[in-house]
Nanobody, 124 residues
Framework: QVQLVESGGGLVQAGGSLRLSCAAS????????MGWFRQAPGKEREFVAA????????NYADSVKGRATISRDIAKNTLYLELNSLKPEDTAAYYC?????????????????WGQGTQVTVSS
């Protein structure tokens, strides 16, 4: 079983930056393909970014491409998402997800393990 705990969300002004963290336990992240998703109020949960179990960054959503960087620290068993040039439309609950040796898919169905989420609010 894999447990995921996100942190790093908060209130930030437009144009600012945030780094979200996702601490994993139960399995080494070197065996996990991991992704970030987000869900804004009244909207469907959407894919943001993913990284394969081998550490190769995969897809980025068009909405964050060029502003987001997904990375991981094997020693800390932690996944990160850095978001720059934040916009009010980035406001959402951000979720970390994982799959054992999976593909860096963009579908929620690709990931059986999920965290509880961390809220990001961007003020204009």
């Amino acid at each position: 079983q894999v447990q995921l705990v996100e942190s790093g969300g908060g209130l930030v002004q437009a144009g600012g930056s945030l780094r979200l963290s996702c601490a994993a336990s139960g399995r080494a992240i070197s065996t996990l393909t991991m992704g970030w998703f987000r869900q804004a109020p009244g909207k469907e949960r959407e894919f943001v970014a993913a990284i394969t179990w081998s550490g190769i960054p995969g897809n980025y959503a068009d909405s964050v491409k060029g502003r987001a960087t997904i990375s991981r620290d094997i020693a800390k068993n932690t996944l990160y998402l850095e978001l720059n040039s934040l916009k009010p439309e980035d406001t959402a609950a951000y979720y970390c997800a994982a799959a054992f040796l999976g593909r860096a898919g963009t579908s929620q169905d690709s990931y059986p393990y999920w965290g509880q989420g961390t809220q990001v609010t961007v003020s204009s």
